[in-house]
């Protein structure tokens, strides 16, 4: 799915009124797509045709002089330049020197009002594409579905039912005290080689009570199936630590706090990334009874370079970085970010299950991201040297970088310090490079090309429970920072253990995108008055023929002070000026005029404007919302039943089923649902799962089985939905003697003689999550004069189905209705004889007084459908009768 995000300054009909007077803007269209932009384009660019002129029909040309291009401060670490612009009017449209000040100024002129095509604001632009990925269910939709490469897939895994476990977390008031499986894997790589965080330490060995914390992920080749499952959980270490240790070991209070703190945002930096206990999680995610996972594999098409990453990198401040961007756009410092609205426009692919076409779909609104000053950032943390939050965890051992970056006292002051610098200066010296970042010309100012961009960090805000407060705000559980490392794209799925069972949590996802663009503004504009003319006389070095040539005499004046004084021009020295230094064309003497300044010149152009251009280069970080799901993680659908009915051969009146538990069937679609918690789970389970209702289920029911829900009706049903609130038995198949789960039971029940029911059943797991349904059984015991005998037939749910018949039509006249005009109606009665009786009189009078009668014509009428384009003819005569 692409973004093109265009700063408003770039559109037609912005502040930015001199851009739409020479072009360089995009402009809204409505397509048969939807609303798309399209580029007009800078006049003078190599995108427009030679003769293109500027878009405003008062102006003529363009031109800079980049030769007086100058630094405008060295008190600033950021390069700015400003170079002069010479405007040429068009002498066939403009009136005079007043118009041309209006032309700019605004004004009204002639009775008629102009806007102005100059201001002295500030505008910047950071427009870039960048590309956002497919949802996974979304793409199952698209035809071809498998070329697209960049989806994104948040689901849930559950790998092992563990009540105790469950019972145990869902009784925590934070999700933040739930184990986290990335800090199992940090145990298993690192325990005894590294210093690991005390408190975390205590998390995870449960105080010190628990001495294999670095063996939770360790399983014996023996238990684990050909697809990575344990076989005997109960033999493993992890689900002693589960079901036992954590649930008879209270953490401190001290720890509970500290841990509720602190896991709060957890950070993936550079070494995170890199090593095992991120990369290698795959390993060991089996053992975790479920968790969510989020397929990371997302890379914008301007993430090829990864230039401001590698400064970062190379100075050692990515844990700098990571904290100072969480401080900053979690609102926690002083520096805050602002809101960046851009004219987005999103083009992609839209499908369906029954059409076999894709649709491309473009759409344009404004959208408002926050940003931040690049630049300002990193500032800051040169002038921050300390921590001024601790609610954050590096993942991983504790080393130089991590330590420093939550330094709260200052011992680290000269590396913190000595980083962010580092940083500063790759970056400045990035921006003086010609190369990099250089504005050489209006055509460089106006082009619309997308700036340069770089994803330089993802965060994934997890929310969960329900809303808080007046305005009913979601609670945002964790943050989890990650820094987009080469190595991010090699072991981009990420985990996340602390959730709670069948409990919603909504995973926002952002990248943090850093976008080189400008900032301009216009100054110190001067325009062209006449104080005379002149004729100039030069002689033709080749043929000697002396030609004269009317020149007009100009004043440049400042047309923004009320006294409009006089001022110098800019794009021309005072050593190149005519009337400073005018040759003589016979003797070639060069004597100065003393009379004149540099505002005074002599120019073929009757009406000039001089202004400086005044950029720099600016560094924005964008926060892009890419991805937001909600779900929750419960089990998967128990199994189908097997039924054989049978009839109690006694005088009892008693039908029974033999109900038997099948085996998992994995080309089964999601059960047919019976009540309205049926279709919330159905709906829950495969969003989730992004599966569509027609794909099959691969996963079986984790759980064990555990209910019979008996159903049944008096009359036939017409859809399965009428078993609702007629379930008249569950059955519970554990067993206390055995302690287990009977696969087979039997259902008898007594019923009247010669009347029809009908039974349906399904399984539920020990977790309540409904299975299959069986058929229908449609049972009868007849009593044939004493003698009973039973029918069973089985109905299928497509034997419920019933055509049911409408009437398509519509009445004639309920559509449309045809009358004669009123000249057509008219009675006319000058023959008549009132005197008379009057059905002696019907022959006498006329109808209609029209030059053209219908009366006993032929008449057609065509109805042409607009969707299908089929016609039909109407044929019908207006008859005159009379009775």
């Known amino acids: 799915m692409g973004l093109k995000l265009i700063d408003l300054n770039v559109f037609s009909g912005s502040n930015e009124v001199f851009r739409t007077a020479v072009g360089?803007?995009?402009?809204?269209?409505?397509?048969?797509?939807?609303?798309?932009?399209?580029?007009?384009?800078?006049?003078?660019?190599?995108?427009?045709?030679?003769?293109?002129?500027?878009?405003?029909?008062?102006?003529?040309?363009?031109?800079?002089?980049?030769?007086?291009?100058?630094?405008?401060?060295?008190?600033?670490?950021?390069?700015?330049?400003k170079f002069p612009v010479r405007i040429v009017g068009d002498e066939d449209t403009i009136k005079s020197d007043d118009h041309w000040r209006i032309i700019f100024m605004g004004g009204t002129f002639a009775g008629v009002n102009y806007n102005g095509i100059y201001t002295g604001s500030v505008y910047d632009n950071y427009s870039f594409e960048y590309d956002l990925p497919y949802a996974a269910q979304d793409a199952k939709y698209i035809l071809d579905s498998d070329s697209l490469d960049n989806v994104a897939q948040l689901t849930y895994e559950y790998n092992h039912y563990l009540p105790r476990y469950q019972d145990y977390i869902k009784n925590l008031d934070s999700e933040l005290l739930i184990p986290n499986m990335y800090l199992f894997k940090m145990y298993q790589t690192y325990a005894g080689n590294n210093p690991i965080n005390e408190t975390i330490a205590n998390f995870v060995t449960l105080e010190g009570t628990?001495?294999?914390?670095?063996?939770?992920?360790?399983?014996?080749?023996?238990?684990?199936?050909?697809?990575?499952?344990?076989?005997?959980?109960?033999?493993?270490?992890?689900?002693?630590?589960l079901t036992?240790?954590?649930v008879r070991t209270t953490l401190s209070a001290s720890t509970q706090t500290q841990i509720k703190n602190i896991l709060q945002n957890i950070m993936f930096d550079t070494n995170a990334i890199k090593a095992d206990n991120y990369t290698d999680m795959d390993d060991g995610k089996n053992n975790i009874p479920f968790?969510?996972?989020?397929?990371?594999?997302?890379?914008?098409?301007?993430?090829?370079?990864?230039?401001?990453?590698?400064y970062m990198n190379e100075a050692e401040y990515i844990p700098k970085f990571l904290k100072t961007l969480k401080e900053t756009f979690s609102n926690e410092i002083t520096l805050k970010p602002t809101n960046q609205t851009f004219a987005v426009e999103s083009s992609y692919f839209s499908g369906s299950t029954d059409v076999s076409t894709n649709t491309y779909m473009v759409n344009t609104l404004n959208q408002s991201y926050r940003a931040v000053d690049y630049l300002d950032m990193l500032q800051y943390g040169y002038r921050n040297y300390t921590s001024m939050t601790n609610n954050c965890f590096f993942m991983g051992t504790e080393n130089t970088g991590r330590v420093a970056a939550m330094d709260p006292s200052g011992s680290y002051r000269y590396r913190n310090s000595v980083s962010s610098l580092t940083v500063i200066n790759s970056v400045v010296e990035h921006l003086e490079d010609i190369s990099n970042f250089n504005i050489e010309s209006l055509t460089d100012l106006y082009d619309l090309s997308a700036k340069y961009s770089e994803t330089l960090a993802y965060r994934i805000e997890k929310i969960g429970g329900p809303p808080t407060g007046d305005s009913q705000t979601p609670n945002v559980l964790q943050n989890f920072w990650f820094i987009n490392s080469n190595k991010f794209t090699e072991g981009n799925e990420f985990y996340d253990s602390q959730i709670k069972y069948n409990q919603d949590y909504t995973y926002?996802?952002?990248?943090?995108?850093?976008?080189?663009?400008?900032?301009?503004?216009?100054?110190?504009?001067?325009?062209?008055?006449?104080?005379?003319?002149?004729?100039?006389?030069?002689?033709?070095?080749?043929?000697?023929?002396?030609?004269?040539?009317e020149y007009n005499c100009l004043e440049f004046y400042d047309p923004t002070s009320r006294t409009q004084v006089s001022v110098e021009q800019l794009s021309q020295l005072a050593a190149d000026n005519y009337l400073l230094l005018a040759a003589d064309s016979v003797s070639g003497d060069r004597a100065v005029n003393t009379f004149a300044t540099n505002a005074q010149i002599v120019s073929e152009n009757r009406y000039n404007a001089d202004f400086y251009l005044n950029y720099e280069p600016s560094i924005k970080l964008i926060?892009?919302?890419?991805?937001?799901?909600?779900?929750?993680?419960?089990?998967?659908?128990?199994?189908?039943?097997?039924?054989?009915?049978?009839?109690?051969?006694?005088?009892?009146?008693?039908?029974?089923?033999?109900?038997?538990?099948?085996?998992?069937?994995?080309?089964?679609?999601?059960?047919?649902?019976?009540?309205?918690?049926?279709?919330?789970?159905?709906?829950?389970?495969?969003?989730?799962?992004?599966?569509?209702?027609?794909?099959?289920?691969?996963?079986?029911?984790?759980?064990?089985?555990?209910?019979?829900?008996?159903?049944?009706l008096d009359k036939k049903p017409a859809a399965i939905t009428d078993f609702q609130n007629n379930l008249i038995l569950t059955i519970d198949l554990?067993?206390?003697?055995?302690?287990?789960?009977?696969?087979?039971?039997?259902?008898?029940?007594?019923?009247?003689?010669?009347?029809?029911?009908?039974?349906?059943?399904?399984?539920?797991?020990e977790q309540r999550v409904p299975g299959h349904l069986t058929e229908i059984y449609e049972a009868q015991l007849i009593n044939d004069g004493g003698y009973t005998y039973s029918i069973f037939n089985v109905l299928f749910e497509e034997d419920l189905e019933e055509e049911i018949f409408v009437n398509p039509s519509k009445l004639f006249k309920k559509i449309f209705h045809i009358t004669p005009n009123l000249s057509q109606l008219t009675l006319?009665?000058?023959?008549?004889?009132?005197?008379?009786?009057?059905?002696?009189?019907?022959?006498?009078?006329?109808?209609?007084?029209?030059?053209?009668?219908?009366?006993?014509?032929?008449?057609?009428?065509?109805?042409?459908?607009?969707?299908?384009?089929k016609k039909i003819d109407l044929n019908f005569t207006y008859n005159l009768e009379s009775n």
């Not at 301009?520 to 100039?536: E, V």
């Not at 998967?636 to 049978?646: G, R």
């Open 508 to 549: 926002n996802v952002y990248a943090y995108v850093l976008v080189v663009g400008s900032k301009y503004k216009f100054s110190n504009l001067a325009l062209t008055r006449q104080i005379g003319s002149t004729a100039i006389s030069a002689t033709d070095l080749d043929t000697g023929v002396e030609t004269e040539t």
């Open 24 to 81: 360089g803007y995009w402009e809204i269209l409505s397509s048969s797509a939807g609303e798309q932009i399209d580029p007009v384009y800078y006049y003078a660019s190599e995108n427009s045709d030679d003769d293109t002129a500027p878009p405003n029909p008062f102006l003529s040309s363009v031109t800079e002089n980049t030769d007086l291009q100058e630094r405008i401060s060295e008190d600033v670490i950021i390069p700015n330049y």
């Open 623 to 712: 926060e892009i919302p890419i991805f937001s799901k909600t779900l929750r993680a419960m089990d998967n659908p128990a199994n189908q039943i097997n039924v054989i009915p049978y009839q109690i051969m006694d005088a009892s009146q008693k039908i029974g089923y033999t109900l038997y538990y099948e085996i998992f069937n994995d080309t089964a679609i999601y059960p047919t649902t019976i009540t309205a918690d049926d279709v919330k789970i159905k709906s829950d389970y495969l969003y989730a799962k992004d599966l569509l209702g027609t794909n099959y289920l691969d996963q079986e029911s984790i759980s064990k089985q555990q209910y019979i829900e008996v159903y049944r």
């Open 734 to 765: 554990y067993d206390p003697k055995s302690l287990s789960r009977k696969s087979v039971e039997d259902f008898i029940q007594k019923v009247k003689t010669n009347t029809q029911y009908y039974y349906l059943f399904r399984m539920l797991n």
């Open 210 to 241: 628990y001495e294999l914390a670095d063996s939770l992920l360790d399983t014996v080749e023996e238990e684990i199936d050909t697809e990575g499952n344990i076989i005997n959980m109960e033999d493993s270490e992890i689900y002693q630590y």
């Open 828 to 869: 006319l009665t000058d023959e008549v004889d009132y005197s008379e009786p009057a059905y002696t009189q019907l022959g006498n009078m006329g109808v209609g007084d029209a030059d053209d009668l219908i009366w006993g014509k032929q008449f057609k009428i065509r109805l042409t459908s607009k969707k299908t384009g």
């Open 244 to 246: 036992a240790s954590i």
């Open 291 to 310: 968790y969510v996972s989020f397929n990371f594999d997302h890379q914008s098409d301007s993430d090829t370079d990864k230039t401001f990453f590698s």
